[in-house]
């Protein structure tokens, strides 16, 4: 099983970026993927989530609005796509596969469970300046 994540980089504050998280090694359509982050001195935050089994998406409250995700099956790959970012989006970001269909959340904080998702890339960063 590998998860490549790609795409990060140096933004203006307003710009976008799209992160890319190939997959290989295990059938796509039975997992989902998540996108996670990381900023310095914070803790671990889901970004989004796409189940491209059943269509089921998650965005972080943060992020509502301003990311989008999709997958394209055909390359095991998913895409997200980062618009107006700002200074806060700094952070490296890493996508996970977790066992589908549908992208599970933690009942009472809503937010994606880190520990449903078994293998990670190695990550991304993405450095938003203002």
């Known amino acids: 099983v590998q998860l490549q994540a790609s795409g990060g980089g140096l933004v203006q504050a307003g710009g976008s970026l799209r992160l890319s998280c190939t997959a290989s090694?295990?059938?796509?359509?039975?997992?989902?993927i998540g996108w996670f982050r990381r900023a310095p001195g914070k803790e671990r935050e889901g970004v989004s989530c796409?189940?491209?089994?059943?269509?089921?998406?998650y965005f972080a409250d943060s992020v509502k609005s301003r990311f989008t995700i999709s997958s394209d099956n055909d390359k095991n790959t998913v895409y997200l796509q980062m618009n107006r970012l700002k200074p806060e989006d700094t952070a490296v970001y890493y996508c996970a596969r977790a066992l589908g269909p549908g992208c599970a959340v933690l009942p009472g904080t809503g937010t994606l469970p880190p520990r449903e998702y078994d293998y990670w890339g190695q990550g991304t960063l993405v450095t938003v300046s203002s």
């Open positions: 090694g295990f059938t796509f359509d039975d997992y989902v």
């Open positions: 796409i189940s491209s089994s059943d269509g089921d998406t």
